[in-house]
């Protein structure tokens, strides 16, 4: 695996498990992203893995380089946005296909679409970024 793959894999590890170990150490931001692949690198090294300790020690160095918690703030409020949008536009489309009788299939599966839409805009109103 080339570096460039590796540390975007450690990155997106590093971020996916941001959410567990910012619950544990009631970090946020950068800090909680940091404290995340702080305890993986420690993990890996525990373990033995080379080349998992290199990627994340190069994650570990593009964090402290270029993560900010304002920039993390606005990603995640542009992805409320996004999916309060989603929320709207299924919303729009379930009202026009009751108001049109459409046929109660297709009803029930915008029902179900809105139900997702709503629960993915409530879990990242829930995420503190």
Same mark, same amino acid.
């Given at each position: 695996?080339?570096?460039?793959? &590796? &540390?975007?894999?450690? !990155?997106?590890?590093?971020?996916?498990?941001?959410?567990?170990?910012?619950?544990?150490?009631? !970090?946020?931001?950068?800090?909680?992203?940091? #404290?995340? /692949?702080?305890? #993986?690198? %420690?993990?890996?090294?525990?373990?033995? !893995?080379?080349?998992?300790?290199?990627?994340? &020690?190069?994650?570990l160095? #593009?964090?402290?380089? %270029?993560?900010?918690?304002?920039?993390?703030?606005?990603r %995640?409020?542009?992805? /409320?946005?996004? @999916?309060?949008?989603?929320?709207?536009? &299924?919303? *729009?489309?379930?009202?026009?296909?009751?108001?049109?009788?459409?046929?109660?299939?297709? /009803?029930?599966?915008?029902?179900?679409? !809105?139900?997702?839409? *709503?629960?993915?805009?409530?879990?990242?109103? @829930?995420?503190?970024?």
């Amino acid at each position: 695996m080339n570096r460039l793959a &590796t &540390t975007a894999l450690s !990155l997106l590890l590093a971020a996916a498990s941001v959410s567990a170990s910012a619950a544990d150490t009631q !970090l946020a931001g950068c800090a909680a992203k940091r #404290e995340s /692949i702080r305890s #993986e690198l %420690h993990q890996a090294q525990e373990q033995g !893995l080379s080349d998992k300790v290199a990627g994340l &020690t190069r994650a570990l160095d #593009e964090v402290n380089a %270029h993560c900010r918690d304002s920039t993390l703030i606005e990603r %995640h409020n542009k992805k /409320i946005v996004k @999916a309060q949008a989603k929320v709207n536009q &299924t919303e *729009r489309s379930l009202r026009l296909a009751q108001e049109a009788n459409k046929e109660p299939k297709k /009803i029930a599966k915008l029902e179900g679409k !809105l139900e997702k839409a *709503r629960a993915e805009l409530a879990a990242l109103q @829930a995420q503190q970024p």
